[in-house]
Nanobody, 126 residues
Framework: QVLLVESGGGLVQPGGSLRLSCAAS???????MAWFRQAPGEEREFVAA????????DYTDSVKGRFTINRDNSDDTVYLQMNRLEPEDTALYYC????????????????????WGQGTQVTVSS
């Protein structure tokens, strides 16, 4: 069992930055951690994932070069640094955790992740 609590969302102007945090507790050892987001009326979509040791990351194309995922296993926290935010980034952002790789790669589908947080809202608007 892994419990996840997100924080750090808010209202930001286009071009601004936010850093989301996800505090994990429980059986966190060797977890893959990821961020997903869901805009109103849209399906939940993959944003970024990071391996247990932080050496491997993956991003959806629309955030590459703007977002960075990293983790600090000493306090069981994963972060999503979001720069150059755009109105299209507006969504409820969820943290997710899983133990298993898919064909040796970081999973990127909602079905692959078992543990989820409650989400934190990010709104990009002037």
């Amino acid at each position: 069992q892994v419990l996840l609590v997100e924080s750090g969302g808010g209202l930001v102007q286009p071009g601004g930055s936010l850093r989301l945090s996800c505090a994990a507790s429980g059986r966190t050892f060797s977890t893959i951690m990821a961020w997903f987001r869901q805009a109103p009326g849209e399906e939940r979509e993959f944003v970024a994932a990071v391996s247990w040791n932080g050496a491997n990351t993956d991003y959806t194309d629309s955030v590459k070069g703007r977002f960075t995922i990293n983790r600090d296993n000493s306090d069981d926290t994963v972060y999503l640094q979001m720069n150059r935010l755009e109105p299209e980034d507006t969504a409820l952002y969820y943290c997710a955790a899983e133990y298993r790789y898919i064909d040796g790669t970081l999973p990127t589908t909602t079905q692959a992740y078992v543990y989820w947080g409650q989400g934190t809202q990010v709104t990009v608007s002037s």
